[in-house]
């Protein structure tokens, strides 16, 4: 296998991996928070608590609007201080049966990366040296090598589950 890609580092990918982040920490952290509080608000109705039960749901509330105003502000910073968004570059990857081979002469094995996410926009692959990979979803130069390399990526990792995101 030789799949070729060219992922694009700019400004609008910084963008969009702040965005799967914001998304990721909302369904895994905040919708847990959320169920919580939710049951407890109504907990505080069926005992005719009306004011606490709102209390709760104000706070949950506004937990989130905090948590959405501190995601633009990071990503605002992000931009505003990332040396990519002046010098945008072009990573090339070239994924083969046994190595993952980077524009730079930089090289990693699958035995490397500890975790694969497949979102729409892109691949998140992170390293055991804590090394996040970005690969573009439209950089592929056919449809097929892009479906070649998630099946394989699901296949190599079946043990570590590579986790496919609707984000």
Not at 72 to 78: G, L
Not at 100 to 126: A, D, H, R
Not at 141 to 166: C, G, M, P, W, Y
Request: no cysteine; hydrophobic share 40%.
């Amino acid at each position: 296998m030789k799949i070729y890609n060219r992922t694009l580092y700019d400004k609008f990918l910084i963008i969009q991996y702040n965005k799967y982040f914001f998304t990721n920490f909302l369904l895994t952290r905040y919708s847990f928070m959320g169920a919580i509080v939710l049951g407890f608000s109504v907990y505080m109705f069926i005992l005719n608590q009306t004011s606490y039960a709102l209390t709760l749901i104000g706070i949950l509330i506004a937990y989130f609007i905090l948590i959405y105003l501190m995601q633009i502000y990071s990503t605002k910073r992000n931009i505003k201080n990332n040396p990519i968004v002046a010098n945008p570059f072009v990573q090339e990857y070239l994924f083969t049966d046994d190595e993952i081979i980077m524009s730079y002469g930089e090289k990693t094995t699958y035995e490397l990366i500890k975790k694969v996410k497949v979102t729409k926009q892109f691949i998140v692959m992170q390293s055991k040296d804590q090394k996040t990979y970005l690969v573009s979803l439209t950089g592929f130069k056919t449809e097929e090598d892009k479906n070649t390399l998630i099946q394989f990526l699901k296949d190599h990792f079946k043990s570590r589950k590579v986790q496919k995101t609707a984000k």
